[in-house]
């Protein structure tokens, strides 16, 4: 899903979360933000394990996504 209708401030309000929550290297806040741009938030989570970060940020964005699912319900395409 392409990132539609979401302004920078909300793309930076979502990097800022994710980095004071993370404690993410600035090359891997980068890779983060770049593809929060171009693709949004669900395909991060979706795609965690494919981006080229370590395998630290890989674990703690998989347990975001988890504690969302756990809260929130899937949040795949065609999910609650």
């Known amino acids: 899903m392409a990132n539609t209708g979401k302004g ?3 793309i930076d309000n979502f ?3 994710i980095t004071w929550l ?3 290297k600035h090359e891997e806040i980068e890779v983060v933000r770049a593809f929060v741009e171009q693709k ?4 991060l989570f979706m795609s965690v394990t494919s981006l080229p970060i370590t395998k630290e940020l890989e674990t703690k964005l998989i ?3 988890n504690i969302i699912i756990a ?3 899937d ?3 065609g999910g609650e």
Not at 40 to 43: E, F, M, N, Q, Y
């Open 40 to 43: 949004g938030v669900r395909a």
């Open 8 to 10: 920078t401030k909300e």
């Open 15 to 17: 990097v800022a979360l």
């Open 22 to 24: 993370t404690k993410p």
């Open 63 to 65: 347990d975001l996504k």
């Open 71 to 73: 809260y929130d319900g």
């Open 75 to 77: 949040i795949s395409e």
